[in-house]
């Protein structure tokens, strides 16, 4: 799968805490570059959910970025 495919998953996350029960799952299940573009999608879902809005993949001003944890 892609980034936007995980992002589509993460994006039924609502709670920061979801997002990471989710994101552990999903580490264990994936190997390679699929869990790159698992974390890429994931570390975008957390940045939405600090600016509290959804962006397209690649496209978060850099100032939000601030906010992630």
Known sequence: MHAQDYLLKFRQCHLLDSVERL???FDQELT???QIEMHRAADHRRAELAAQKN???GSIPKSVWTYVK
């Open 32 to 34: 390679g570059l699929s």
């Open 55 to 57: 962006f397209n993949i």
């Open 23 to 25: 994101c552990d799952k």
